[in-house]
T-cell receptor
Framework: GENVEQHPSTLSVQEGDSAVIKCTYSDSASNYFPWYKQELGKGPQLIIDIRSNVGEKKDQRIAVTLNKTAKHFSLHITETQPEDSAVYFCAAPHSGYSTLTFGKGTMLLVSP | NAGVMQNPRHLVRRRGQEARLRCSPMKGHSHVYWYRQLPEEGLKFMVYLQKENIIDESGMPKERFSAEFPKEGPSILRIQQVVRGDSAAYFC?????????????FGQGTRLTVV
């Protein structure tokens, strides 16, 4: 099965700075890598994903990069704002199905 | 355009009671997944169902836990004879297809507390 490692576990930045969260995966057959944002007391919200046929994808202030050779992918948030504060999870396909294996999460704190 | 709906949002059970958690997928979605999140931990896959069928239950505890997704109505995660260690947030997700690169959308979860 898939194994996903996520770093760092906590990340504190000042408003306006950039934040980067990194994940590695083990299954070279994995081809889909979503990122979820979870606010306190809420469910995970899909914020961006990337498929293995591209190396980078952007959506306004967030971007995800993928290095298939090294089996790692990263989430980049630019011009961070206090409302970006949340726990972020990376994920990769679990076994041969559409289920997901998640990283342990990164708590991002953006200070005004 | 309702998203994934879970109820109840909060559930308190005494040790030994049964807990029933419900999940209605997004409109048009027939693939449902249950995940468990323990305090300050990530999400762990439990079971994957498609209408009337269990596709993958490799993450389900062998005893006391069961899941169903009937032809009509919501998916149900059932925990019999709950113990304190079952206290967690249980999340349901749904997707349009069962392919490996399909997008999955989550509900707000049911927070189970066993006292």
């Amino acid at each position: 099965g898939e194994n996903v490692e996520q770093h760092p576990s906590t990340l504190s930045v000042q408003e306006g700075d950039s934040a980067v969260i990194k994940c590695t995966y083990s299954d070279s057959a994995s081809n889909y890598f979503p990122w979820y944002k979870q606010e306190l007391g809420k469910g995970p919200q899909l914020i961006i994903d990337i498929r293995s046929n591209v190396g980078e994808k952007k959506d306004q202030r967030i971007a995800v990069t993928l290095n298939k050779t090294a089996k790692h992918f990263s989430l980049h948030i630019t011009e961070t704002q206090p409302e970006d504060s949340a726990v972020y999870f990376c994920a990769a396909p679990h076994s041969g199905y559409s289920t997901l294996t998640f990283g342990k999460g990164t708590m991002l704190l953006v200070s005004p | 355009n309702a998203g994934v709906m879970q109820n109840p949002r909060h559930l308190v059970r005494r040790r030994g009671q049964e807990a029933r958690l419900r999940c209605s997928p997004m409109k048009g979605h027939s693939h449902v997944y249950w995940y468990r999140q323990l305090p300050e931990e990530g999400l762990k896959f439990m079971v994957y169902l498609q209408k009337e069928n269990i596709i993958d239950e490799s993450g389900m505890p062998k005893e006391r836990f069961s899941a169903e997704f009937p032809k009509e109505g919501p998916s149900i995660l059932r925990i019999q004879q709950v113990v304190r260690g079952d206290s967690a947030a249980y999340f349901c997700a749904s997707s349009l297809t069962g392919t490996r690169n399909t997008e999955a959308f989550f509900g707000q979860g049911t927070r189970l507390t066993v006292v």
